[in-house]
């Protein structure tokens, strides 16, 4: 068996070359399948792995539009259609310059088991450009929609691919994406989640990859007769996924006291509350200023500026309970991991998507903290965008309260099915197997029931 493993992603490397967070995701969840493949022969017999690698369909687009100076801009757009199993594709659009296909292919590859464990049918896929949003105007950024839709409405639609928000793509991008679908279409569809309020969005929305995050670190706090309450917390990130995870973490008693941006990071020793957390908002969704700005206003908290060349993230190295990273992938390396243990850490929960590096995520299983992979503990976000696409099917909104305890109930199920299949297949308190082994079990039957297609 392990000859199998190793060589499907041997296989993988030398199939998808450099693609290095593409083969990270695999091989993480490959080695959490070893103990599934031994026990089910008949996944190994039609060849499931092998086909979960493979995205169904990969589109590569090129987005032309003008900047307000008339100057041409070329940007490479992608979607990434992995696996419509259980359902049809679902996962997010990332406006950054560091968007490649390697990327892509790692978040779509993700978004597979994510989805699968929201109890929810949705299959996965994920999408963006290497356009950066930073330091455009609205109009730039209207142009830029509009174009890049111009080229993917032709892939997606309500029942086939259904695309939401992630780094860089808000509210804002959102409404202009869906504005040009529905122009382009003309149908007002539910083609797109994380809609404004008025025009089919779900309350709860935005909130819920970071509110779901906090409920899942809940969870597994009480299984050791814990709460959130009093706890320090390193959040990372400023942006959609930190802000709400700040939000509940001060809603539950807990003390957050970091938050950074791509330029630095602040660390309020007296705890961020709600007013401050309030200033960050406006800050980052209005003003869409720096997180640096955070110290002109608090000025007993610190700002230290990120250093490209240091081999660690000083944010992590703080004296804290509980670490929320929020930002992007590979956030936690080997040493930051080990500086987190070494501070007390005693619970991990990722906001992001793959934020810990391999080394980080073997320290943290050694070591038996709480630690909770991204694909089971973010998958609040689009969980709630399954919400959002059954209330444009019904045409109907449902009350904020509805939507919320729906949320939490999801973190609840995604809690216990971890906690199960970990348990089922000998690796009890280990999330990161559980979730890639209920996540799977559940796409790779359907495979089986669908036949070779
Ligand atoms: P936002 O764009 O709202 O915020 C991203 C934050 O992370 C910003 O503070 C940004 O700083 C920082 N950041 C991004 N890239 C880097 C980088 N390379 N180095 C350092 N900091 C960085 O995105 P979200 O909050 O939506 O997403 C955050 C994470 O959560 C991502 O991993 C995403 O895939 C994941 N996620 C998001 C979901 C959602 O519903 N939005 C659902 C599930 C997961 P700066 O402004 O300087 O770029």
Redesign the pocket.
């Known amino acids: 068996m392990e000859d199998y493993v190793a060589s499907l992603l041997t296989q993988v490397k030398a199939k998808n070359p450099a693609e290095p967070e593409f083969h990270q995701a695999v091989q993480e969840v490959m080695e959490s399948l070893r103990v599934v493949i031994d026990r089910h022969p008949e996944f190994r017999a039609a060849k499931i792995l092998e086909r979960l690698v493979e995205p169904e369909r990969t589109i590569i687009f090129r987005v032309p539009w003008q900047d307000d100076q008339g100057d041409v801009q070329v940007n490479r757009g992608f979607r990434v259609e992995m696996n419509s199993a259980i359902g049809p594709y679902k996962g997010?659009l990332?406006f950054?310059p560091?968007v490649n296909l390697s990327i892509m292919k790692f978040?779509a590859f993700e978004q597979v088991f994510k989805n699968s464990l929201t109890t929810l049918p949705m299959g996965g896929a994920k999408g963006g450009s290497d356009f950066n949003p930073?330091g455009k105007s609205d109009n730039e950024v209207m142009r830029f929609c509009q174009s890049f839709m111009t080229e993917l409405f032709r892939h997606i639609g309500p029942d086939t691919d259904v695309p939401?928000?992630?780094?860089?793509?808000?509210g804002r991008e959102i409404g202009y994406l869906f504005g040009q679908y529905k122009r382009l279409r003309n149908e007002f569809t539910g083609v797109l989640t994380?809609k404004g309020i008025n025009w089919g969005g779900s309350l709860v929305r935005p909130e819920?990859?970071g509110y779901g995050t906090v409920y899942f670190a809940a969870e597994m706090l009480a299984t050791k007769g814990l709460t959130l309450e009093g706890k320090i917390c390193l959040v990372?990130?400023?942006?959609?996924?930190?802000q709400y995870a700040t939000e509940k973490l001060i809603q539950l008693g807990a003390k957050p006291v970091t938050l950074?941006?791509?330029?630095g990071y602040i660390y309020d020793e007296a705890g961020i509350d709600a007013d401050k957390l309030a200033f960050v908002m406006e800050l980052?969704n209005v003003r869409r200023g720096?997180?640096r700005e955070y110290v002109e206003r608090y000025p007993n908290a610190v700002y230290t500026e990120?250093d490209p060349e240091a081999d660690h993230n000083p944010l992590w190295a703080h004296k804290a309970d509980c670490a929320f990273p929020?930002?992007?992938?590979n956030?936690i390396n080997g040493k930051d991991a080990a500086n987190l243990l070494a501070n007390g850490i005693t619970l991990v929960t990722e906001?992001?998507?793959m934020?810990t590096s391999l080394d980080g995520v073997e320290q943290f299983l050694e070591a038996g903290i709480l630690y909770a992979p991204?694909k089971a503990s973010?998958a609040g976000?689009?969980a709630t965008s399954g919400l959002e696409m059954a209330q444009n099917s019904m045409r109907l909104n449902w009350p904020r309260e509805e939507v919320d305890g729906r949320l939490r109930h999801i973190m609840k199920s995604i809690h216990k099915a971890c906690i199960d299949a970990a348990e089922a297949y000998g690796l009890a308190g280990n999330y990161v197997a559980g979730a890639n082994i209920a996540g799977f079990l559940k796409v790779a039957n359907s495979m089986l029931d669908q036949g070779l297609v």
């Open positions: 997010g990332r950054h560091s978040l930073k939401a928000g992630d780094i860089g793509v808000g994380g819920a990859t990372s990130g400023s942006g959609n996924v930190a950074s941006d791509s330029n980052k720096r997180i990120t929020c930002a992007t992938q956030e906001g992001a998507n934020p991204g973010n976000g689009v």
